[in-house]
Structure formats: C-alpha cells, structure tokens
C-alpha cells in the first residue's frame, strides 16, 4: 500500500511540475520590463485632466510622430515612439518605430468615416530583445477616442507557439 500510493503520489508530482514549468517559461518569454518612464497617458475611465485637441474628419490621422502603449500581463509598457505616414489618396499608413522588443516596420489602412485603424507592426529580426524578436508581427485594430484624445484597442499577436491580445493605445506626439 505505501509503496503504491507513494509511486502515484510521485507520478501527480512530476506532471505538476511539468505544467508548471510549462506554464512559467510562457510567462518569462512574453514578459517584458516596465518601463521607468512616467507614462503620460491617462486611465480610459479618467478623463478629467486630458488636454482638449478637437479633431475632425482627416484630423485624426496625421502624418508625424505617435506614441504608444501597450497592456500585456495586466501591466501597461511605453511609451514607445513610432513615425507614420498617412496616405489620404489610398487610405494607407506606413511607419516604423522601436519598442522594447525591438525596431519594427508598421503597414496598414485607415478609414476616416469609421475613425479607424489597422496596423501590422513587424519586426526586424535579430535586433532589441533576442528572447522576444523573432521576426513576429502585431496586428493592431484602434478606433479614435475623442473623450481621451487617441486612439484605442487591442494588439493580437499569433505565432505558430503562442496566441496573445491586449489593449493598446496611440496618439500623435506633441
């Protein structure tokens, strides 16, 4: 009896262990350090000290220097900086800019009837954070918030290892 319990006790043991290794290097390859920059963003839900910056129609979607931040783990990362380019012939942003993982290349559309944005964010491989570039891409979808001033949504990352998505926010430099 104490022979048979004490195998079974270990076999649950070492599946333990395994899910729990498993499920912590998912969480250190995707974790990243928080910035110690004060981030100069406010909360979504606290509206009260944003500068007011009236944009209508093309407003939104000016070609220059943005700023963004990103939610992953329920900690927010940035501001990181990011150059676009809006095309208002085509409806087409390009840009690149450099995160905590590393430079990327930015490529997407927008559409001023909906105040929309769609942007993949792909990076160059082998720069930044080795254990976090891997030559992935980010795919944005930010619809403009007038309350706060930017625009607003979530990230999706998918890889053939790993499924993530989070909010993100952007908006145009001062």
Same mark, same amino acid.
């Given at each position: 009896?104490i022979?048979?319990?004490?195998?079974?006790g270990g076999?649950?043991a070492?599946?333990?262990?395994?899910?729990?290794?498993?499920?912590?290097?998912?969480?250190?390859?995707r974790?990243?350090l928080?910035?110690?920059?004060?981030?100069s963003?406010?909360?979504?839900?606290? +509206?009260?000290?944003?500068?007011?910056?009236?944009?209508t129609g093309e %407003?939104? $979607?000016?070609? /220059?220097?943005?700023? &963004?931040?990103?939610?992953?783990?329920?900690?927010?990362?940035?501001?990181?900086?990011?150059s676009?380019?809006?095309?208002?012939? +085509?409806?087409?942003?390009?840009?690149?800019?450099?995160?905590?993982? %590393?430079? $990327?290349?930015? /490529?997407g559309t927008? &559409?001023?009837?909906?105040?929309q944005?769609?942007?993949?964010?792909?990076?160059?491989?082998?720069?930044?954070?080795?254990?976090?570039?891997?030559?992935?891409?980010?795919?944005?979808k930010?619809?403009?918030?007038?309350?706060?001033?930017?625009?607003?949504?979530?990230?999706?990352?998918?890889?053939?290892?790993?499924?993530n998505?989070?909010?993100?926010?952007?908006?145009?430099?001062?």
């Amino acid at each position: 009896g104490i022979i048979v319990g004490s195998v079974v006790g270990g076999i649950f043991a070492v599946i333990a262990i395994i899910f729990l290794s498993i499920y912590c290097y998912r969480r250190y390859r995707r974790r990243r350090l928080v910035s110690s920059t004060t981030v100069s963003y406010q909360n979504s839900s606290d +509206t009260s000290h944003n500068r007011v910056r009236p944009m209508t129609g093309e %407003g939104y $979607f000016k070609s /220059g220097d943005w700023t &963004s931040r990103y939610q992953e783990y329920s900690r927010w990362h940035g501001p990181h900086q990011m150059s676009l380019e809006f095309d208002h012939t +085509t409806g087409k942003v390009i840009g690149h800019g450099y995160d905590d993982v %590393g430079s $990327f290349n930015v /490529g997407g559309t927008f &559409s001023i009837e909906k105040q929309q944005i769609i942007l993949s964010k792909t990076y160059t491989p082998g720069g930044g954070d080795s254990k976090e570039n891997i030559g992935h891409t980010i795919t944005m979808k930010l619809t403009w918030n007038s309350s706060n001033v930017q625009f607003e949504g979530n990230w999706r990352d998918e890889t053939d290892l790993y499924r993530n998505e989070d909010k993100f926010e952007l908006k145009l430099g001062d």
